[in-house]
């Protein structure tokens, strides 16, 4: 079992605006910037969010993480189909000395 | 192009020993940790190690801590990670990424089995 949780699954229809939540504790989350990775079927992750927030270039603004205490938040608006994919969030661990990963959602477009 | 180019699929037996790679292009290799993470099949994200570059350095999650050795050679800009006995239950695929994670190798398919 992960020590961040996120929801199993997450469903959506074509336009809608999903949130994917993420909740961890003191020793990461509430002490480290949070990451959100989104993982296409048979590929390898790719960095989506970082820094709670920021989007690496060339990731729409569609795209929007957010952090409050010990959970996070990572919102997709106009969803599209593309999209479909696995939604990982990730963030340091102080005492782990590691990074530390949710155990990831899987979202689905309808 | 910032870039992490991973070794092929593997199929082993069990006890077998493994040593796959991660070469890294388009940047200063030496001054990046590399992770590793396992991806067991219809599971998510565990990392089991870093090291650094530079001198060696590794840091391993006590969940792998003497079953794999991450170990680097700057020289040819590559890390690595093996096994010295595989047993089935490292049947994965196996990332390495960056430090910050921004940058992921393809994954190498790990798989174990008699």
């Known amino acids: 079992q992960s020590v961040v949780t996120q929801p199993p699954s997450a469903s959506g229809t074509p336009g809608q605006r999903v949130t994917i939540s993420c909740s961890g504790s003191?020793?990461?989350?509430?002490?480290?910037?949070v990451n959100w990775y989104q993982q296409l079927p048979g590929t390898a992750p790719k960095l989506l969010i970082y820094?709670?927030?920021r989007r690496p270039s060339g990731v729409p603004d569609r795209f929007s993480g957010s952090k409050s205490g010990t959970s996070a938040s990572l919102a997709i608006s106009g969803l599209q189909s593309e999209d479909e994919a696995d939604y990982y969030c990730?963030?340091?661990?102080?005492?782990?000395?590691?990074?530390?990963f949710g155990g990831g959602t899987r979202l689905t477009v309808l | 192009e910032v870039q992490l180019v991973q070794s092929g699929a593997e199929v082993k037996k069990p006890g077998e020993s493994l040593r796959i790679s991660c070469k890294g292009s388009?940047?200063?290799?030496?001054?990046?940790?590399i992770n590793w993470v396992r991806q067991m099949p219809g599971k998510g994200l565990e990392w089991m190690g870093s090291?650094?570059?530079?001198?060696?350095?590794?840091n391993y999650s006590p969940s792998f801590q003497g079953h794999v050795t991450i170990s680097a050679d700057k020289s040819i800009t590559t890390a690595y990670l093996q096994w010295s006995s595989l047993k089935a239950s490292d049947t994965a695929m196996y990332y390495c990424a960056r430090r910050g994670m921004d940058v992921w190798g393809q994954g190498t398919t790990v798989t174990v089995s008699s």
């Open positions: 820094s709670n927030n």
């Open positions: 090291i650094s570059p530079t001198d060696s350095y590794t």
């Open positions: 388009g940047y200063s290799f030496a001054s990046s940790w």
């Open positions: 990730g963030a340091w661990d102080d005492s782990l000395n590691g990074p530390v």
């Open positions: 003191s020793s990461n989350i509430g002490s480290n910037p």
